[in-house]
């Protein structure tokens, strides 16, 4: 049996708003470095945004940050 370590009240606050936002796990991960196991835990039922939504914002992301680059 591992040994699983609780998320600290900060990082759960954390991960409490970006579930609530709808992030794609992967942002969770990438961004607070909580992983698909903890969400899961905590949120079982949780999906995120659906693959087209996140690569619409995907997309959104990488326009903005050529025209800021340019």
Known sequence: MT???????ER???????VAD???IRQ???TYGI?????KRY???YAGMSAVESGRLAMAIRYTNRKLAS
């Open 22 to 24: 709808g992030w794609p």
């Open 12 to 18: 759960k606050a954390l991960l409490d708003a970006a």
């Open 43 to 45: 949120y079982p039922g």
């Open 35 to 39: 992983g698909t196991h903890t969400v």
């Open 3 to 9: 040994d699983r370590r609780e998320l600290t009240p």
């Open 28 to 30: 969770i991960i990438a």
